[in-house]
């Protein structure tokens, strides 16, 4: 049977996470290798490049050893872990379209106008999206990635967040009032 991969918070975690942040090596190494295949799963939710996914990740690891005396010891390590993957990854993703050289550009050029505007539409909606994420709270973020992403039950992420079933309810019906009024 194979090993379930997850984010969430075990006792071991905690653990390792706080002996990471007291500069423990081993438990650094540890932690890596607990969460990296969760990473890389969650990573291809949020992009198609297997590089970038792993280069974030890596750069990630990087920052959380470097930062290790800043981070708070009683965050779970798996929501910060994801938390901070998906900003380095939209980091990178945002670099890259920015820093477009015009032979890539110039691909665009000679595909027909058809594709050049499902292209500009495609772009125009996950801008739209970007936006509207942007929009929400760390709170009603975390809401709908465990709901939509992760296909936990309104009781199961009331458990892992601990807060009551009417905050979840309320944080996932503004979260998709706030796409659907910027994403329309």
């Not at 969460?35 to 970038?52: C, N, P, S, T, V």
């Not at 760390?138 to 809401?143: D, E, F, G």
């Not at 992403?149 to 807060?163: D, L, N, T, V």
Request: net charge positive.
């Amino acid at each position: 049977m194979k090993k379930s991969i997850s984010l969430h918070a075990s006792v071991g975690d905690k653990a390792l996470w706080q002996q990471t942040l007291a500069g423990d090596k081993q438990a650094f190494g540890q932690l890596y290798v607990r969460f990296y295949h969760a990473l890389k799963h969650y990573g291809r939710r949020l992009a198609d490049d297997d590089e970038l996914i792993e280069d974030s990740i890596q750069d990630l690891f990087l920052t959380v050893w470097q930062t290790r005396q800043s981070l708070n010891a009683n965050a779970p390590a798996g929501y910060y872990l994801a938390s901070a993957l998906r900003h380095a990854i939209n980091r990178r993703l945002m670099k890259q379209l920015t820093t477009e050289s015009p032979s890539e550009s110039s691909v665009w050029c000679q595909s027909s106008e058809d594709d050049y505007l499902k292209a500009e539409e495609e772009h125009h909606r996950k801008h739209l999206l970007d936006k509207a994420l942007r929009r929400l709270s760390p709170r009603q973020q975390q809401v709908l990635h465990l709901h939509f992403f992760e296909a936990k039950s309104h009781h199961e992420i009331r458990q892992i967040m601990q807060i009551s079933s009417q905050s979840v309810y309320n944080a996932l019906c503004r979260s998709l009032k706030t796409l659907r009024a910027t994403c329309v």
